[in-house]
């Protein structure tokens, strides 16, 4: 029994990373994807604004996504590049826990 709950308490911080922690995905955002993009207002930075781009259809040439849900999200930041060679999106590595954090806010704005 003691072992089981032990157990158990090891997964709980991976469930609760999975699911991603909006506030912090904001200030990673901020930091990550300010940069190049506007993020709450709808103007074009170096890329399109992220406003409300949850469950948006791409506003970019050549992704064959039909809507930015989370799989999409997840596929393009993990590599830009290897959705849309030639994309202009450079992207330095970011973790999955940064990652999943940013996911959650952009969802959590829709
Ligand atoms: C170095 C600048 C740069 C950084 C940093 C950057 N992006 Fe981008 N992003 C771009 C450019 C440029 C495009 C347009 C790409 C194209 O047309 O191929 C783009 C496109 C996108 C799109 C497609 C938007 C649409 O309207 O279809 C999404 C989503 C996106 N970026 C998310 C992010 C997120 C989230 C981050 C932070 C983790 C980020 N980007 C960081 C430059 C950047």
Same mark, same amino acid.
């Given at each position: 029994m003691l072992k089981k709950l032990l157990l158990l308490s090891c997964f =709980?911080? &991976?469930? @609760?990373?999975a699911e991603g922690d909006a =506030?912090?995905?904001k200030t990673v955002a901020m930091v990550r994807c300010g940069p190049c993009h506007h993020l709450n207002t709808g103007f074009i930075k170096v890329g399109p604004t992220l406003k409300n781009i949850y469950g948006k259809k791409p506003t970019i040439q050549?992704?064959?996504?039909?809507?930015?849900?989370?799989?999409?999200? &997840? @596929?393009?930041? %993990?590599?830009?590049?290897? %959705?849309?060679?030639?994309t202009r999106m450079r992207l330095p590595y970011l973790s999955t826990h940064d990652r999943n954090d940013i996911i959650a806010w =952009?969802?959590?704005k829709q």
């Open positions: =709980l911080p &991976t469930l @609760a990373w =506030l912090r995905g050549g992704v064959s996504f039909d809507v930015w849900d989370e799989a999409a999200l &997840t @596929a393009w930041l %993990i590599n830009p590049r290897a %959705i849309k060679a030639n =952009l969802k959590s």
